[in-house]
């Protein structure tokens, strides 16, 4: 850990924050030797989950050492994970919510409740837990009053192994440029474009400015046309995020008329009433708004390198590549592997440089970039913690977590719906 209060902090990784604390500069990231660290000691991070991992730690750990942010909000299942939580830290930089008490009259049982179309609908998972993170991740722009104006979105799984910028220079009106990163997945980017047109009542655009649904196959060829922006984390600015939902209102304040109960009822209505053929995501529909009305506001960083469960085939599927050379999908001949969950900061670092799970943003082989050298490796590791422990029939871990988190889990449960689960709709 790199806390100030812990005593047992790597000296390489104390000696850096000792550094910051006295004003001085030009301190290496926590994996790299070309990357120095970023100071948003003025900007919170939010990261909403169901339960803590034993990973979460270095979650904390790696995103204080290499952009000093001001505080760490987690939005979690049960307030009882969160003395878990706040003992990370003993000078207040974790904040812990319970995810039924941030957005009035909103919990996860209230939105079970009027969900009929996603329970009905949806194949597998019921995603009403999903769709309550989003709506979280919004909605703090809205109800937490001392949240910093500008406020970074971390997926919970995402360790951050080097520093990159998170803003591009000033915009002609004085606010600052976001940068934003953009994922070359886009298996999913057709139906997070009819929910937004939907939605919005403009047509989603892509990182590139393509609007999503003409996209064609000749786009496909010019390296970062038909990218989205689910990246796993994102810079939200609160008053365009407040923007941006009182616009979906009005929008679907003349689709529902009389039945109209704003954020995020009417949004979920739509979920809805639109599955299983469109979904929301919270990432492309701020993504897109910002780039549609704020066009100089708006950056797009694709030389962002990220790896995903490096060296370990996850239960249930997640990708990755198996530590005993099986190919991550789950297939006949390819049995998880077991490992050690817990990562330390070597580790962490270690699995940066693995070259058989790294993806560039852009689109390009990872060989041809500058950025993504042996030396440097990606800038997020992708852990999927929860996977590994508790999907498939038995877990992938090695290794017990915290017994003090052991013990709230055992109390409140992991929040993963198990596969034996699906059909009953179940969020253990």
């Not at 850096?16 to 970023?38: E, F, I, M, P, W």
């Not at 974790?94 to 049982?109: A, F, R, S, W």
């Not at 498939?392 to 017990?400: E, I, Y």
Request: some cysteine; glycine content about 8%; proline content about 4%.
């Amino acid at each position: 850990s790199i806390f100030q209060t812990s005593k047992a902090a790597t000296p390489d990784i104390q000696r850096a924050a000792d550094l910051h604390r006295t004003g001085k500069t030009n301190v290496r990231g926590l994996c790299s030797h070309n990357d120095v660290q970023q100071d948003y000691s003025w900007m919170d991070v939010v990261i909403v989950m169901v339960a803590p991992v034993c990973t979460t730690k270095e979650v904390v750990s790696t995103l204080r050492y290499n952009f000093q942010f001001r505080r760490v909000f987690f939005i979690v299942k049960d307030e009882r994970f969160c003395p878990y939580l706040r003992e990370m830290a003993e000078d207040g930089y974790v904040v812990c919510l319970d995810e039924n008490k941030v957005l009035p009259g909103v919990t996860h049982k209230s939105l079970y409740a009027e969900s009929d179309g996603l329970i009905r609908n949806s194949q597998q998972s019921n995603r009403v837990g999903w769709y309550l993170q989003q709506y979280l991740k919004l909605g703090v722009a809205l109800h937490i009053d001392d949240l910093s104006e500008y406020y970074l979105v971390w997926d919970a799984d995402n360790l951050s192994s080097r520093p990159f910028d998170l803003f591009h220079g000033v915009a002609e009106n004085g606010r600052r440029r976001a940068s934003f990163c953009a994922n070359p997945v886009t298996h999913k980017s057709t139906s997070y474009a009819k929910f937004y047109q939907q939605m919005m009542g403009e047509p989603l655009l892509r990182p590139s400015g393509l609007v999503s649904l003409e996209a064609t196959i000749a786009d496909s060829r010019v390296p970062g046309r038909l990218h989205n922006f689910v990246c796993g984390y994102m810079v939200m600015y609160r008053p365009h995020v407040k923007e941006m939902l009182s616009h979906a209102s009005d929008v679907l304040r003349e689709r529902y008329r009389h039945e109209t109960r704003g954020f995020p009822w009417d949004l979920h209505a739509l979920a809805n009433e639109l599955v299983p053929n469109a979904w929301f995501s919270e990432y492309d529909t701020y993504g897109s708004f910002v780039r549609t009305h704020y066009p100089d506001e708006f950056h797009v960083d694709y030389g962002l390198l990220y790896n995903r469960n490096a060296e370990a085939a996850v239960g249930g599927g997640g990708g990755g590549k198996s530590s005993k050379g099986g190919k991550g999908k789950g297939g006949a001949d390819d049995a998880p592997a077991k490992f050690s969950c817990c990562l330390t900061h070597k580790r962490i670092c270690a699995l940066s440089r693995a070259p058989s799970a790294t993806e560039q943003l852009a689109g390009k082989s990872a060989s041809s970039s500058k950025s993504s050298s042996s030396t440097d490796g990606v800038h997020i590791v992708i852990w999927e913690e929860h996977k590994m422990r508790y999907r498939g029939t038995s877990s992938q871990c090695t290794d017990l977590m915290p017994a003090a988190l052991e013990s709230a889990i055992k109390e409140v449960g992991h929040g993963v719906t198990l596969a034996s689960a699906k059909k009953q709709h179940v969020r253990t």
